[in-house]
Structure formats: C-alpha cells, structure tokens
C-alpha cells in the first residue's frame, strides 16, 4: 500500500532553516512523481516543488525559487524538501504527495501524506 509520511515540521523565526521529510513506501521511488504542496489557512493549497519521476528534473514555484530545493534518496525512498531563507508568508501545513500515472511533473497526485506544520514567526 502507498504511504507517505511527512516530518520535519516546527516553528522557525524569519530567515531560518528546515529541511522536511516525506518518507515513502508501497511504491519505486524511481517511477514516481513526488510534489511538495502547502496550504496556510483561509488559502487554496498549492503546489511549491515537484521532483520529476522520469528524469529527476524539478520544479518550484516562483515564490521559493531560490530558497527551497526539493530531492530525494531513492535507496533510502525519502523525499526531501529543503527551506531556506523562510519568511512569514512560508507558514502553512506542508504535504507530500505521489503521482502513480506520469512520470513528470505536472499531473494530479494519487496519494497524499497528512502533512507536517512549518510555523514561520519571531
């Protein structure tokens, strides 16, 4: 069965570090794709990274460019998402999550973690 478990999370003031985890199972990390998402309150979730299945090519979205960098460890079938610089609008409840049919990013996901919270505050 498919699983993914975020970890990670926790509070952080502005310009700090945190590095989340989405540990895997049921599945070859090597054919599928993995998406970091966030939802903070009274907002849409939205996607933040994506780590491509086919190639390992990745994506993030235009307002962590630069301060996040999703990867992942195919042995150890872990996902990370790496944040750096953090700023307040960064606090949200962070998701991983799997697409099973297409290898590249871009499609809708099959299967989600339940999140782990990153808290941004001074």
């Known amino acids: 069965q498919v699983q993914l478990v975020e970890s990670g999370g926790g509070l952080v003031q502005p310009g700090g570090s945190l590095r989340l985890s989405c540990a895997t199972s049921?599945?070859?990390?090597?054919?599928?794709?993995i998406g970091w998402f966030r939802q903070a309150p009274g907002r849409e979730r939205n996607q933040v990274a994506c780590?491509?299945?086919?190639?390992?090519?990745?994506f993030h979205t235009h307002s962590v460019r630069g301060r996040f960098a999703i990867s992942k460890d195919n042995a150890n079938k872990t996902v990370y998402l790496q944040m750096n610089s953090l700023k307040l609008e960064d606090t949200a409840v962070y998701y991983c999550?799997?697409?099973?049919?297409?290898?590249?990013?871009?499609?809708?996901?099959?299967?989600w973690g339940k999140g782990t919270v990153v808290t941004v505050s001074s």
């Open positions: 999550a799997a697409d099973s049919s297409r290898p590249w990013c871009g499609g809708e996901m099959d299967y």
């Open positions: 049921g599945f070859t990390l090597d054919y599928y794709t």
């Open positions: 780590i491509s299945g086919a190639d390992g090519n990745t």
